[in-house]
């Protein structure tokens, strides 16, 4: 099969509407990307607020670097980092293939791509040509029945019906392989609603709602986050924190709190542009497994804005620290991000998602990143033995270990606080790790 060649054309939403940004090439033979290239606009590098793709293989902190110029992914990758973060992931890919009645995985990426919509993920949007307009926006609150049963049609392998499809809208560009949809509250907000499978032996919705929660209660960044039931489906709601609300052409203040923006007034939505660890850390999903919390946060100290690395710094070194306790090994690159946020400007840390708990009977058990020097050993001395990794003192380390410890070992109050029945908290307990069964004494007397 001969390779061809796809020219699409890149927006980026900046203030409150969209920009033409530059060019991506993608070379292709039948479903497989060979190579990438991008070049930016000339009118796009003028503009004073234009926002790079991502900081890694598209940076524009040199604009005369990468003015009239084809670049290409760094380490010899086949995709950008920051384009490949605004493609569907396996749900989305189900969800385009179900609308298209295509087989699994069978289209070119250059179509993944076309076809996420406009609501991905992030500020980006990739488009046919620079005569294309936006994809039509996604339904209410109301539509949630609809989507739910589209859903679990997709899930099965059956066909959609014509009134269900709106879940070709909602759910294309949406990463993760469970089921899923964006949708807008009553006031206009974008949230995530997750799905329950129709295969879960326990209540997903309910314990990932609940367990980021606990993880906000622990001190960690957590944006909004509810279930509601639809008949006797649990749905979780989290929401976007791709998006705020603001007045458009105005500075937002560096102590507003974007998550709590609502429309009304004079404000318009805005988009903050996002890229996962994996872009961060210039690595394909193949070498995540190779790849460790410390090298996120070297990837904070080099690409983050100045006035947020020792925050963000700990705030990793929590996480991994919740995730030992939790059991939640499903924490690799993707399910770690970066915002450009319009307050510093610059990219942080994005607030926390995808956190499942997972049962085990193990003793020994093993996050998906690497810990410290033990390697991916979910344990807490293995966690502060890694603490000049995140420039943290072994006092400050042994304090934030503490600040989560002691929110976590409450987990079954927060979790019933959370609705969450005491049955499916005893499925669930296995995953929740006793400070005796993750450390040793001596780490125990330098906790706080």
């Not at 060979?34 to 590098?45: D, I, K, Q, T």
């Not at 996962?276 to 410390?294: H, I, N, P, Q, V």
Request: glycine share 8%; aromatic share 6%.
């Amino acid at each position: 099969m001969a390779a061809r060649e796809s020219r699409l054309t890149a927006f980026m939403h900046l203030d409150t509407a969209w920009a033409p940004c530059g060019q991506l090439l993608l070379t292709e033979e039948g479903d497989r990307l060979l190579a990438s290239r991008f070049a930016y606009g000339l009118n796009y590098l003028r503009r004073n607020d234009a926002q790079e793709v991502d900081p890694v293989s598209l940076g524009i902190s040199d604009r005369a670097a990468v003015l009239g110029k084809q670049l290409l992914p760094v380490r010899n990758l086949s995709f950008f980092g920051g384009i490949r973060d605004a493609a569907p992931d396996a749900w989305g890919r189900r969800v385009i293939e179900a609308k298209l009645k295509v087989p699994a995985n069978s289209l070119p990426e250059s179509q993944y791509l076309l076809h996420a919509g406009s609501e991905r993920v992030g500020a980006l949007d990739i488009r046919s040509g620079l005569d294309q307009g936006p994809a039509a926006g996604v339904g209410g609150w109301h539509t949630l029945a609809h989507l739910l049963e589209a859903a679990d049609r997709i899930e099965e392998g059956q066909p959609v019906p014509a009134n269900l499809e709106a879940i070709f809208m909602a759910g294309t560009a949406l990463g993760g392989a469970r089921p899923k949809a964006s949708v807008r509250d009553g006031a206009g907000v974008l949230w995530l609603a997750k799905f329950a499978s129709t295969h879960d032996s326990f209540d997903v919705p309910g314990i990932e709602c609940a367990a980021l929660q606990l993880a906000g209660a622990a001190g960690l960044n957590v944006p909004p986050v509810r279930t509601l039931m639809l008949g006797q489906r649990r749905i979780m709601l989290i929401r976007r924190f791709d998006r705020f609300w603001a007045a458009p052409g105005t500075a937002v203040d560096a102590k507003d709190d974007l998550l709590a923006t609502t429309p009304g007034e004079d404000r318009a939505e805005h988009r903050m542009a996002f890229v996962s660890g994996l872009t961060m850390l210039a690595c394909d999903e193949t070498e995540s497994r190779t790849k460790a919390y410390a090298d996120l946060a070297e990837a904070v100290r080099r690409h983050c804005h100045p006035s947020v690395i020792r925050q963000d710094n700990e705030e990793l070194f929590k996480r991994m620290v919740y995730n030992i306790l939790v059991s939640n090994d499903d924490d690799h690159l993707r399910n770690h991000g970066f915002v450009w946020d319009a307050r510093l400007p610059g990219w942080r840390l994005s607030p926390l998602y995808d956190v499942l708990p997972r049962a085990s009977l193990s003793t020994e058990r093993f996050l998906h990143l690497g810990v410290g020097p033990q390697g991916r050993l979910a344990t807490l001395d293995n966690a502060l033995a890694s603490h000049p990794r995140f420039t943290l003192s072994q006092a400050r380390a042994s304090e934030l270990m503490a600040q989560v410890w002691r929110a976590t070992r409450q987990w079954r109050v927060a979790f019933e606080s959370s609705g969450v029945s005491d049955l499916e908290q005893n499925k669930i307990a296995p995953a929740f790790r006793h400070i005796d069964d993750v450390s040793a004494p001596g780490l125990r007397k330098l906790l706080p």
